[in-house]
């Protein structure tokens, strides 16, 4: 059953709203690729999926279907502002309260297959660079599929895989060809323990993490069920630790035992320094 | 905002072309880096330049090298666009001033990438 | 399905070059999914099939400086012409019912060798040239020299087949 011409155009204007992506005519096969989980979900076709969506369109939907739309495997510095931010505020904020940092920890909490992790260490690894004192930094990553996390540990990635946000200097840096593909360096491997681990259960060792990475997880989940992980992570962080979210996630509402950090558009949250 | 797509294929200029225009650019195409240089006498105000490799009169790294000689287009971005993707000639075009190297075959998406790093995506993203 | 191994014979093999199928298939699935298909892969190994009546062959030349003495290598793209014509109208935005012209067919599948071709020869790693792409329906233009490797492809249902060969003949050198 194909997507109607309409429904094509509204999904596609809906996309072009959110991100820079155009999708032009052609490109039905991909909405109704992308979109076939929803609709299978619902016990719909792509086509009437789309036209309920049409008539009543609810935030969590727009996110769910244009993230749908737009990523086709995760990228790395993803958004950018969160990293921008990971040295531009919240290591300089980390290491004002709790000076020289002996050791840092930071949960990637839904990790994929590896891209923010490594660009966590990468960041780490540019950040600490002209520092007189480098601290013992691990970085836990974690994520329910077994199979991303296997495909992370090899640190293998291919040439598309490596385009998509990675500037070219740290290719470069961090990066051996391996045949068709691209290997990170040992040195960042070392950095990065991952480990298979559902974000309904309890927090994993490793902590407590002084920054949580958490982005674009939550938007897959229902209310209780956010909560409920909102919780988790708050109880794996350091008082002063940072949270940090999806582009257009928020905790407002929701959650009020976090403290809204500006800094940019990004979505970064402060548990406060004083357990209530 | 204005870009030259510099390759010796239509159908890569006119793929990378339609991507810029699509978030806004003004495009300008050459076939060649001597054609290109050229082009970017005549527009000093070109904020980004994608430029092919292997391509006949002037190939992609020479024009790299003339552009970054001169003082005149210090303000213009330079991205390669290309297969060559040994990570002795991505060095090799970093160490020439290319500010960014983009790897064929890309995605639109993995370009948009790029200029985001650059700060030369015009399309402001929704908050 | 085998994951045949190839080197490129002689003085190539002393000089650790090696493409083998897995490779191809990589490379292939890389260029066709970026450039065809949004990133969703869409072509896949498949069983042999033979040359068709109305095939079109597009193929670039790598010519690769070795230790040992120079070596040229042809990496090509065979595919039927409505296919060609498929993948033309894809890249150049074409609408299914615009025609396409010689020069367009020539240019976008010629394209498609070219990237094919030019990431075969940054696999191999060695200074190498990369000549222009031809596009020819006549078979022997670009069959020649020495067959090194080929796979058979099913892209979107459509057979297509990628093949290399050597141009110089590796045994005449000292």
Known sequence: MSITQENFQFIADLVRARSAIALAPGKEYLVESRLSKFARDEGVTVDQYVTRRRTAMSHSDTELIVEALTTNETSWFRDSQPFTALSGHILPALTQTRGTLGSLRIWSAACSTGQEPYSIAMTLKQYFAQSAYQPQAEILATDLSQQVIDQAMTGRYSQLEVNRGLPAANLVQYFDRRGTEWEISAELRAMVRFRRHNLLDPAPVGGPFDVVFLRNVLIYFDVPTKLKVLRTVHGALRPGGFLVLGAAETTVGLDDSWDRVTVGRSSIYQKAAITA | ?127 | MTSGNTTLDGAGAEAGVTVDKEQILSIVQEVLSAMLDAGEVLVFESDPHGESDNDLYAWVDMHMVLPMGDLSARAVVRTEAATANVITQSLLMMDPSEEVSTEDLADAFGEIANVVGGNVKSLIDVPASLSLPSVSAVGSDALSGTFLQDIDLNWRGMPLNVSLWILTDATEWS
């Open chain 2, 1 to 127: 905002m204005k870009a030259i797509v510099i390759d010796d294929s239509r159908t890569m200029r006119r793929i990378i072309s339609s991507i810029l225009k699509g978030v806004g650019y003004e495009v300008l195409e050459a076939g060649d880096g001597r054609e290109a240089l050229d082009i970017l006498t005549e527009n000093p105000d070109t904020d980004l330049c994608c430029i092919d490799w292997n391509m006949p009169v002037m190939d992609g790294l020479s024009f790299v090298i003339e552009v970054r000689a001169s003082r005149e287009w210090r303000n213009t971005t330079l991205m390669m666009v290309t297969t060559e993707s040994e990570r002795g000639q991505i060095v090799k075009a970093l160490a020439a001033g290319a500010h960014e190297y983009l790897i064929k075959p890309f995605t639109p998406e993995a370009i948009l990438q790029k200029l985001e790093l650059l700060g030369l995506l015009p399309i402001e993203e929704n908050a």
